[in-house]
């Protein structure tokens, strides 16, 4: 072997034995890394302790409440009972209707809690635990305003979830929920909390505070759980979108917590009401209304013979303290309210017309009104009247036909029949169906006055609008 070579190789084995080494090195810690039988390879999946510690005082509820349905197609037909009068009561049957939902227990005596409209109007609610147990419930008290209800079952060693506080809770946390979606019982799935204190409106009840969440909620689920990594409840999932993925709604647990120990007592809700619906406070309303203020909270809506009514309040007012303490947001105006009783007075500071000045109201009691149909699908429509296009909104007076085919009930205004994609009035969020009623303070009576007061593109638009039977500001500021 010449002299050349055996240098050569006794630079190569070295390297060789170094990479032999690397190699069974890289093998051995793959095979430590490697799980063995017996091992619990979720070990670190919280989900998994979640699912398995939480699940059992998760229950199922079915509901069945008797209907009657009639055997007879002309029974309601004025002619036919003109002539036979109740002869077609006779053949009138008592049907069962059933539902199903989720709820979950609270308390160590079989206190459970679910939406109401889980129970609403129920003769009969069955609970299913998990570990196979039935019990017949009883209600105990409901509270429509806020979909929640607590009922019972006489039940020994049941399995109770620790409340934990949504306040605490922040945006981007993982959750989980557990629920009956669809009637596939405990089912499991996880997310995080998308926003805070999202505003939800039904019928003549307008909520700020729902936690929204993109853990997966269908019907079914209503009444479950949401809980955090610690094993807490901090929503009780509520509310869908149903034309959209991964946008839920639940009620967060600090609110429920009072609720319940109120329903729990007195059958009830006890706590104070002040009659009015919300909106955070934006810069371009400031600008326009004059309040020298970066935060607080507008009052968009005031309603008739509430507290707030006979205390003075208006639409357009800013709140911006209560009893001293200083208000930030809409969502502190809603959680200082609830935190009071029923006859309770508290002091308010609030701007209008850029004065500070200040009002005392008594609180009154939630009223128990039932929720809405949740929106419903207008059709669009020409009203023959004039109308106006601007800032990408088509807009029209209000015409006996575009009154009842957008339901309108108020007086004065233009009705929004249609909005252009990306347009300004889509950045100040109209829709079809919309009544505007002012824009920057100027009453909105014709589509006249719409052209003359949007016509020289105003760098601020602050517009009240009416939109289902409730009156709402939108801000418009150009970048």
């Not at 630079?11 to 017996?38: D, E, K």
């Not at 800032?391 to 009705?415: D, F, Q």
Request: with cysteine; net charge negative.
């Amino acid at each position: 072997m010449s002299k050349s070579n055996k240098v050569l190789i006794g630079a190569i084995l070295p390297l060789l034995a170094a990479l032999s080494f690397s190699f069974a090195g890289s093998a051995a810690a793959r095979a430590a890394a490697a799980p063995r039988a017996g091992d619990d390879v979720y070990a670190n999946n919280p989900v998994v302790k979640i699912a398995k510690a939480c699940s059992p005082a998760v229950v199922n509820i079915d509901t069945e409440t008797i209907v009657t349905r009639r055997a007879n197609p002309f029974a309601d037909d004025p002619f036919f009972r003109e002539f036979f009068g109740q002869e077609f009561e006779r053949f009138n049957r008592a049907v069962p209707m059933r539902g199903k939902g989720s709820g979950f227990i609270v308390d160590s005596e079989g206190y459970i809690l679910t939406n109401n409209h889980v129970v609403e109007g129920a003769d009969k609610i069955t609970v299913t635990m998990m570990d196979g147990r039935h019990f017949e419930a009883e209600l105990i008290g409901k509270d429509p305003t806020f979909d929640l209800a607590v009922i019972q079952i006489r039940a020994d060693d049941v399995p109770v979830l620790p409340l934990g506080d949504s306040e605490a809770a922040e945006i981007g946390e993982w959750v989980v929920a557990i629920g009956n979606p669809h009637g596939f019982e405990n089912s499991v799935t996880a997310g995080i909390i998308s926003a805070k204190n999202r505003t939800l409106q039904a019928g003549n009840i307008n909520f700020q505070g729902f936690m929204q969440t993109d853990a997966a909620i269908n019907p079914g689920n209503s009444g479950g759980p949401l809980i955090n990594l610690n094993g807490e409840v901090v929503g009780i999932n509520t509310a869908i979108v149903p034309y959209a993925q991964g946008i839920g709604f639940a009620v967060p647990v600090n609110m429920a917590k009072q609720i319940m120990n109120d329903l729990i007592e007195n059958g009830e809700v006890k706590r104070g009401w002040l009659g009015v619906a919300l909106q955070d406070l934006t810069p371009g309303f400031a600008e326009t209304y004059g309040v020298p203020l970066e935060k607080g909270a507008i009052i968009a809506d005031v309603v008739g013979k509430s507290p707030a009514d006979r205390a003075g309040l208006k639409r357009g007012d800013t709140i911006s303290a209560i009893d001293g303490q200083t208000i930030k947001s809409s969502g502190d105006v809603v959680l200082y309210i609830r935190n009071k009783l029923m006859g309770d007075r508290v002091s308010m500071e609030v701007y209008r017309n850029g004065r500070k000045q200040t009002i005392r109201v008594e609180l009154g009691s939630i009223p128990q009104t039932e929720g809405g149909d949740g929106g419903r699908a207008r059709p669009r429509a020409r009203g023959g009247a004039k109308e106006s296009s601007r800032i990408g909104a088509s807009v029209s007076e209000i015409t006996p036909e575009l009154k009842e085919r957008y339901s309108i009930e108020s007086e004065g205004g233009v009705v929004v029949l249609n909005v252009d994609h990306g347009s300004v009035a889509a950045e100040l969020g109209l829709r079809e169906g919309d009544v505007v009623m002012e824009v920057n303070r100027r009453k909105i009576g014709s589509a006249s006055d719409w052209e003359r007061v949007v016509s020289n593109d105003p760098s601020t638009l602050v517009m009240l609008v009416r939109r289902e039977g409730q009156t709402l500001f939108f801000t418009y500021k150009k970048r």
